[in-house]
């Protein structure tokens, strides 16, 4: 079981440039989200899916799109980076019925200049 | 409110001691209440977690106190070693939905 794995780990762009985040779960869990983490902030929820084709906003969703289109992948488009997008990202995933057991991935770094 | 409130942001121990973080919440919609511990460069990773019809859980060295009544939460690591230190996150899960809710964090330095 490779977990959940998420690419690139660094990455650098210039405010205006657009990109996807990958992620990854070979655990066959339904719930997979995607997280930032700022210093002092904690971990915010960017975006959530309960399953394929099924997505929903979280706490800060806006600047972000998301899709499910198979269990196993949950990608994450920034769709003209902003400095404020400056940050690491998490992706997650968790069987519904444990929700508070989440499996979280390596993370991104994300550099917005 | 869905919010998780932690402190300290940053604690320091000495090898051996007990460290305390603690949270509190307003939201009585929430029904589990996990902590994460997280190493530099890694994601967070699920330590323990307890439900709210439940005062204490221990495991190993770590305990959850609950206090419902008080909406607070605790975590205790006893005989803290170099080895425990990280950044620690309290969360809530929301009754009835996936999603977790974070505290901020505390960053735990156990000194030798």
């Known amino acids: 079981n490779a977990g959940v794995t998420q690419t690139p780990k660094f990455q650098v762009l210039k405010t205006g440039q657009s990109m996807t985040l990958q992620c990854a779960q070979d655990?066959?869990?339904?719930?997979m989200s995607w997280y930032r983490q700022d210093p002092g902030m904690g971990l915010r929820l960017i975006h959530y899916?309960?399953?394929?084709?099924?997505?929903d906003q979280g706490e800060v969703p806006n600047g972000y799109n998301v899709s499910r289109s198979t269990t196993e992948d949950f990608p994450l488009r920034l769709l003209s980076a902003a400095p404020s997008q400056t940050s690491v990202y998490f992706c997650?995933?968790?069987?519904?019925?444990?929700?508070?057991?989440?499996?979280f991935g390596p993370g991104t770094r994300l550099t917005v200049t | 409110q869905q919010q998780v409130k932690q402190s300290p942001q940053s604690l320091i121990v000495q090898k051996g001691g007990i460290s305390i973080i603690n949270c509190a919440y307003e939201?009585?919609?929430?029904?589990?209440f996990p902590w994460y511990q997280q190493f530099p460069g890694k994601g967070p990773a699920l330590l323990i977690a307890?439900?709210?019809?439940?005062s204490e859980k221990k495991e190993g060295r770590f305990t959850i106190s609950f206090n419902k009544s008080a909406k607070q939460f605790s975590l205790h690591i006893m005989d803290s070693q170099p080895g425990d230190s990280a950044t620690y996150f309290c969360a809530a899960s929301i009754h009835n939905t996936d999603k977790l809710i974070f505290g901020t964090g505390t960053r735990l330095q156990v000194f030798p």
């Open positions: 939201n009585t919609a929430f029904d589990y």
């Open positions: 997650a995933s968790s069987y519904r019925i444990r929700p508070y057991e989440q499996y």
């Open positions: 307890i439900r709210p019809d439940v």
């Open positions: 899916s309960v399953g394929a084709g099924i997505t």
């Open positions: 655990m066959n869990h339904e719930y």
